[in-house]
């Protein structure tokens, strides 16, 4: 699955540290998300991370032609 993470963090001057914390997940962890497309999150953490962008999930994710 690809997703638009880099594109919004940018857009919206997001730091990614914040935003990890604020998520309640390890920097570390949103940095394999953001950069490693098969690098998908679990549904929760998928949706604590739209949640927390007032974005729908399939809005940051979408599925590559090969899924």
Known sequence: MKNKLKI??????????????KVGINNS??????SKDDHSPTLKVAMRIARTLNLKVEDIWELDDEN
């Open 8 to 21: 919004i963090f940018a857009e919206r001057k997001i730091k990614q540290t914040e935003f990890a914390e």
């Open 29 to 34: 962890t949103l940095s394999l998300i953001i």
